[in-house]
């Protein structure tokens, strides 16, 4: 049959409409059935005009609701999701608790309860959303300084990337990351980048140089300050690691020493990993040079290293399937290094207590402010252009 015109069905409408309001359920059924046959409409608009007194050509009403989500809740979530650097949505969620709390704790955000209510029930697919226009992205590109180190290599054993995956906290990947910009030639700064594979928690130093001396000095520094004792390292196999000073250490303090595969980056994936998120990303590909670089950058990290661990959660891959060309990654829920290192067995009651001490005294808003101004101090010996 054909389909009716806007006048019959606006005519069919009207007849139908005193009877339908007065008709029982069953009657109701076979006007709607009429009314859809002979007006060629659906079941439910029918139903709707009929009910809400509309005329056929009425364009459909779309029925609104106020947002659950106001620009006051957006505006908090924008200010803690800046101040944590902008991570996803699941990582934000992961970190909102801690982060809201250490800011309300510190008077740096003021928001109601109803406010604070609704970002702590708030899903991450909806924290993208509304934090879709505001997402800026970063894109920069490097070069590799590592130079192999041949002195003792036959007496370091070989470890690959996966072998220490289910390892307590201490069993560590570290790495040099170069400062020195577009070319690698003279003396520049480089950062000692310490990934612990259990709970992700990172530790940086900045160094004047590649020497051994400066590299495995900064490194038992590291070493001092860590919430657990080093149990294992391993390194690539650039001259700076490989050499008789940290074979020696290790070995004298009953330490796992191992080495990567040459030119297999993904041996070392974990310290890979940071040396993106936490070096590059902070610090850029800039060169630096001089012992004042090396002061500003170390002061850069000592906020950067508090506010990395205990406020940036951190998803763990925790399987990796193939089919075919299709690789599946499957990740855990992301936790800040702080949180796993409190949820692990192998972590002392009295160390878990002086890690809650240090994050109830932390404030991310102020590490964020003192991370901004070291470095803007640091990019005035920023040296710019070509080097040699």
């Known amino acids: ?82 101040i944590m650097d902008f991570p996803c949505g699941k990582r934000l969620i992961a970190g909102i608790s801690d982060t809201l709390d250490a800011l309300i704790r510190n008077g740096e955000i003021d928001i109601g309860e109803t406010v604070m209510g609704k970002l702590a029930v708030i899903s991450a697919s909806t924290a993208d959303r509304l934090l879709a226009r505001s997402r800026q992205g970063l894109n920069l590109k490097g070069k590799s300084a590592t130079k192999p180190g041949t002195l003792l290599k036959k007496d370091i054993p070989i470890r690959l990337g996966t072998e220490w995956d289910d390892a307590v906290p201490g ?117 630096y040079e001089g012992n004042e670089a090396v002061k500003l950058m170390n002061c850069y990290y000592s906020s950067l290293r508090q506010y990395t661990n205990f406020f940036q959660p951190q998803a763990k891959l925790i399987e990796k399937t193939r089919n075919g060309s299709h690789i599946v990654k499957r990740y855990d829920s992301p936790k800040t290094p702080y949180r796993r290192l409190l949820d692990s067995v192998h972590v002392s009651d009295a160390e878990k207590t002086m890690l809650r001490d240090i994050f109830y005294s932390l404030n991310p808003a102020k590490l964020k402010r003192d991370m901004m101004l070291a470095l803007r101090l640091l990019m005035k010996y920023q040296i710019t252009g070509k080097t040699r």
């Open 171 to 287: 069993f560590v990947e570290i790495d040099l990351v170069a400062h020195c910009g577009d070319t690698a030639a003279g003396e520049y700064v480089n950062t000692l980048d310490v990934t612990d594979i259990c709970t992700g928690w990172t530790e940086t130093a900045a160094v004047m140089n590649k020497a051994q001396r400066h590299v495995f000095k900064a490194l038992l520094s590291i070493g001092e300050r860590l919430p657990f004792p080093f149990r294992g390292i391993d390194s690539d196999n650039g001259s700076e690691f490989i050499n008789a000073h940290l074979f020696r250490y290790c070995k004298e303090n009953g330490i796992v020493f191992t080495r990567s595969r040459p030119y297999r980056k993904n041996d070392n994936c974990h310290v890979e990993q940071k040396n993106w998120h936490v070096v590059r990303r902070n610090i850029g590909y800039g060169r």
């Open 1 to 82: 049959m054909a389909l009716a015109t806007m006048k019959t069905r606006r005519e069919i409408i009207a007849r139908a409409r005193p009877k339908y309001g007065k008709a029982t359920k069953k009657e109701k059924g076979l006007i709607l059935d009429g009314i859809c046959e002979g007006a060629g409409l659906s079941r439910s608009r029918a139903k709707r005009l009929l009910a809400a007194n509309e005329s056929a050509e009425s364009v459909k009403k779309t029925r609104k609701r106020e947002p659950k989500y106001d620009e006051e809740v957006t505006a908090a979530l924008e200010k803690v999701w800046a």
